[in-house]
């Protein structure tokens, strides 16, 4: 984030939100440990869903998240939420059970129309039917999903599932969406797997030219994802590597023969070892 204040122009500064006392505390000392000027973020407490406390600001160019993964929420529970102009473009409420698509359709709000948003998610909403299937295919028609990167498991503290980033963009010249699979880009760490500067420098690098390479990402139109029924799951798209070692089968059969040869030698010697040894 420091390096981002040092090497961009940034207006208005930074804003988040956060619910929980710990994180928010630890998001406010962060600022100050990378001498962030207090004139320069706006970090306040309360549930985001419900209530968000930046209404006013401008939308923002550059948004990134990490929600909880499914958590629950009122959802349509509370029948008024669907007016919210967050929530209402899709149609659908994120449901009750996961809470998912509403932080979703929250950063998608704020989003001003040339900047770009990258949300951790659960892998589970890119497949799950229902009214998330039905907030998925918003996003896709309206041409808002960019790219969604598989990235590799026991990366983040506290889980050791494989998750993915979902970014999206209000600025899309092509109406395709880039699938990047990442799950092997990673160190092995004594507890958990770490991205390197090289893995990262990858994916950036794909990201920013979309060439496709295989068994690590596809650039795919939206006609293959309706094809797919607004499956997003990077594995629907990226064909994985099979690592399985090939076998020869005609040099497989030569060496069965041979090893059936030698123990039918090796029967007849024993045999004739009894034979000798019940004659005496």
Not at 166 to 179: I, S
Request: aromatic fraction near 12%; proline fraction near 3%.
């Amino acid at each position: 984030m420091k390096k981002q204040f040092d090497e961009h122009i940034i207006d208005e500064g930074f804003f988040g939100q956060e619910i929980n006392m710990t994180n928010f505390n630890l998001a406010r000392m962060n600022m100050f440990i990378h001498n962030v000027n207090y004139n320069n973020f706006s970090i306040k407490r309360g549930d985001t869903l419900i209530n968000p406390l930046h209404k006013d600001e401008k939308p923002f160019d550059a948004i990134v998240s990490n929600p909880p993964y499914s958590i629950k929420w009122v959802g349509d529970a509370d029948p008024t939420l669907i007016n919210d102009e967050r929530f209402a473009p899709a149609g659908k409420l994120a449901p009750k059970s996961y809470a998912d698509y509403a932080f979703i359709m929250h950063s998608l709000f704020y989003l001003s129309s040339k900047g770009r948003a990258a949300i951790v998610c659960f892998p589970g909403i890119f497949y799950r039917k229902g009214a998330e299937k039905t907030i998925r295919k918003y996003l896709v028609d309206n041409n808002f999903i960019d790219c969604v990167i598989q990235l590799p498991e026991n990366l983040f503290f506290g889980t050791s599932i494989a998750t993915c980033v979902l970014v999206m963009a209000k600025n899309k010249t092509e109406n395709k969406v880039l699938f990047i699979d990442a799950s092997k880009e990673f160190k092995k760490e004594t507890n958990n797997n770490i991205l390197e500067e090289k893995n990262i420098e990858k994916i950036l690098d794909e990201f920013r030219s979309r060439k496709e390479v295989e068994y690590f990402s596809r650039y795919v139109d939206k006609a293959e994802i309706e094809e797919n029924d607004y499956n997003l799951s990077v594995s629907t798209y990226v064909e994985k590597e099979d690592t399985r070692e090939k076998i020869d089968i005609k040099v497989l059969n030569r060496e069965i023969e041979e090893t059936v040869k030698k123990i039918d030698e090796l029967r007849a010697s024993i045999n004739e070892i009894i034979k000798e040894l019940e004659d005496e």
